[in-house]
């Protein structure tokens, strides 16, 4: 159960960082109305994870979080930048 919820917060953070780096689609409603989703559901995953397995795992869970986004967030960039567009 910890590492699922570990990893689904993970894998949350990082479509965050990855999809929603880009001004095309985030400047309009609906992108933004998605992004608040994946956002709130990452976030009650990381409340899950202090309530349930305490405040140590709750950080580093939160921690992680930001972490996989700006992953994400860079990976987007140079591959954007590799692809010469």
């Known amino acids: 159960?910890?590492?699922?919820?570990i990893g689904a917060t993970i894998i949350l953070g990082a479509i965050i960082g990855f999809a929603f780096s880009d001004g095309a689609f985030f400047c309009r409603l609906g992108g933004q109305i998605v992004h608040g989703?994946?956002?709130?559901?990452c976030f009650t995953l990381v409340g899950?994870?202090?309530w349930r397995f305490g405040w140590k795992i709750g950080l580093l869970d939160f921690l992680l979080v930001f972490i996989a986004s700006n992953v994400g967030l860079r990976l987007h960039k140079y591959l954007?930048?590799?692809?010469?567009?």
Not at 1 to 5: G, H, R, S, T
Not at 37 to 41: D, E, N, Q
Not at 80 to 85: Q, V
């Open 80 to 85: 954007r930048k590799g692809s010469g567009l």
């Open 1 to 5: 159960m910890l590492f699922c919820l």
């Open 37 to 41: 989703v994946f956002s709130i559901a």
């Open 48 to 50: 899950v994870a202090f």
